[in-house]
């Protein structure tokens, strides 16, 4: 299978929940980067028609101090795995997003080539 993402992914461990019309789903986010991320549902709860399902993933990072919040589109979900792809953001959280990238690319020129890939892709 080809893996054509072009935004680095980064390995993550943090509680989140995922929000849908009529349902909050408790999971872990397993990574995320600066367009999507790989939510893990702690139930079967996830949809079952997830085509055009929208909502919002609310990530708890430090214990809760940091929450980041985005709005999200489901591209796919394999057993209790969901894809998720950002839409938005609140400048909060892209600047929380941002500051965690950062972090863990550890290159300041790696990050501004993904910021540029984010901004280009819009």
Known sequence: MDD???????PQDAKACLVLPGQTIDGEVHD????????LALSDDLPTHWHEHEGTLNIELNDG??????????AFIDGHHAGLEVTSLGL???SHLRRLVELNLGAEDLLQRELGMLWDNR
């Open 4 to 10: 054509n993402r072009r935004f680095t992914r980064l």
């Open 32 to 39: 995320i980067s600066l367009k999507g991320a790989l939510f």
């Open 65 to 74: 101090e940091v929450v980041i919040s985005m709005n999200v589109r489901l």
């Open 92 to 94: 909060d959280s892209a």
